[in-house]
T-cell receptor, first 113, second 115 residues
Framework: GNSVTQMEGPVTLSEEAFLTINCTYT??????LFWYVQYPGEGLQLLLK?????DKGSNKGFEATYRKETTSFHLEKGSVQVSDSAVYFC????????????FGQGTELSVKP | SAVISQKPSRDICQRGTSLTIQCQVD?????MFWYRQQPGQSLTLIAT?????????ESGFVIDKFPISRPNLTFSTLTVSNMSPEDSSIYLC????????????FGSGTQLSVL
């Protein structure tokens, strides 16, 4: 079946630290991969995406590369800010499965000044 | 992008009652989904809301418990029936356009507490 596994949180970092949140997946088809972010008190927002192997998604200083050989889509940011404190969800969708998203369990990030 | 209005934003309900959640989109969309986010857990797809026909439910979810309506391309409702404390969750509406699977948008969610 299709599934997404993320590293457990919470993750606590100091401002300007380097961030990595690990995400691995299993998929029976050809997945597109996503990172969604949920800021406190807000709805879920798409952060970045990659639709095929070796694609790199990027947005707001965050990056993730679609690695088919390791079935991974790790989220990275070189220098986090307090405003990056949120819950991050890795997700996938399979092209021929009607747009349904399968989510990882979410990783809470807390950035301290 | 699509702007989604989801109502109510939160509610506290008594066990045994039902609550209907509305999802209104500002443009016509072909895909509408309902997700549940239980406390401290990830999002789980409940069903795909199909316009003019019965919803398609995921394993573990049934129509009697979560009846869904979708009368047109911009509106859907999810009812949580005969509620128990285990139904306390955030319920989210998600929308997209067929074929554009990379462009899925989420409502702000309905936080439901069942006493």
């Amino acid at each position: 079946g299709n599934s997404v596994t993320q590293m457990e949180g919470p993750v606590t970092l100091s401002e300007e630290a380097f961030l990595t949140i690990n995400c691995t997946y299993t998929a029976t088809g050809y997945p597109s991969l996503f990172w969604y972010v949920q800021y406190p008190g807000e709805g879920l927002q798409l952060l970045l995406k990659a639709t095929k192997a070796d694609d790199k998604g990027s947005n707001k200083g965050f990056e993730a590369t679609y690695r088919k050989e390791t079935t991974s889509f790790h989220l990275e940011k070189g220098s986090v800010q307090v405003s990056d404190s949120a819950v991050y969800f890795c997700a996938l969708t399979i092209y021929n499965q009607g747009g349904k998203l399968i989510f990882g369990q979410g990783t809470e990030l807390s950035v301290k000044p | 992008s699509a702007v989604i209005s989801q109502k109510p934003s939160r509610d506290i309900c008594q066990r045994g009652t039902s609550l209907t959640i509305q999802c209104q989109v500002d443009s016509q969309v072909t895909m509408m989904f309902w997700y549940r986010q239980q406390p401290g857990q990830s999002l789980t797809l409940i069903a795909t809301a199909n316009q003019g026909s019965e919803a398609t439910y995921e394993s573990g979810f049934v129509i009697d418990k979560f009846p869904i309506s979708r009368p047109n391309l911009t509106f859907s409702t999810l009812t949580v029936s005969n509620m128990s404390p285990e139904d306390s969750s955030i319920y989210l509406c998600s929308v997209g356009v067929q074929g554009e699977y990379e462009k899925l948008f989420f409502g702000s969610g309905t936080q439901l507490s069942v006493l």
